[in-house]
């Protein structure tokens, strides 16, 4: 019995993916560092600071860039880029919390980004968000990100329910390998980053969470 849904933020309350990668070229380019698309698009779903190891490692090997304070610029960066977004959430998004609150459903965020983005971006989409999700955990609240299991295992303790009980939407590979690691039951959604092979360990493949609310795929 299905007793709780737990949400990633981007690229599942709201399309914020491709400012997130935006703000990874601006500050490749602050750096005079030549990339791909193909590069920078595989970050999605990871941490930033996983993302910038794998820029030292690939793109800068022999001279690395502190990657505390190169976090600390890129999350500035993009911050500054959110000001000037317009922010809605995403299809089946508002429904869903609709659903849990008429269903004594627990509603549970959950999200590899930093506390700061998720108070800059949920801000936007909703006056007092904190007050519709019962569970909110953040990159802030755990050492090891997505894929590892950590975040979820978090969530789960916190929702005092069993993570069978539980089903997470997610639009990464990493994010839906950190929801299966941990026993959640993850509905995968379909996006331009990942085909449907790289979304394979997840329980359903849909297309957005406003189909997987209309068919009630858990019943």
């Known amino acids: 019995m299905i007793q709780a849904f737990i949400l990633d933020m981007d690229g599942i309350i709201v399309d914020t993916e491709v400012i997130q990668l935006e703000a990874f070229r601006l500050f490749l380019k602050e750096h005079d560092v030549k990339f791909s698309n193909n590069f920078i698009e595989s970050f999605v779903g990871y941490s930033i600071h996983d993302n910038m190891l794998q820029i030292n490692k690939h793109l800068l090997a022999g001279k690395e860039l502190d990657v505390e304070n190169s ?36 509603l549970a965020l959950t999200t590899s980004s930093e506390w700061r983005q998720v108070e800059t971006i949920m801000s936007r989409i909703a006056n007092n968000y904190k007050t519709l999700f019962d569970v909110i955990v953040t990159g802030d609240d755990v050492i090891n990100k997505k894929p590892a299991p950590d975040i979820y295992v978090n969530t789960v303790e916190k929702l005092n329910l069993p993570a069978q009980s539980c089903i997470a939407f997610e639009d990464s590979r990493a994010g839906v ?31 957005s969470v406003k189909e997987a609310l209309e068919n009630r795929f858990w019943v």
């Not at 600390?72 to 959110?82: A, G, P």
């Open 177 to 207: 390998e950190s929801a299966v690691a941990a026993g959640v039951t993850c509905f995968a959604v379909r996006n331009r980053y990942f085909d449907d092979i790289q979304l394979k360990k997840a329980d359903r493949l849909i297309n």
């Open 71 to 106: 976090v600390k610029r890129r999350n500035d960066i993009y911050v500054n880029l959110l000001s000037n977004e317009d922010l809605t959430p995403l299809p089946g998004i508002l429904e869903l919390i609709s659903h849990c609150q008429g269903n004594n459903l627990k």
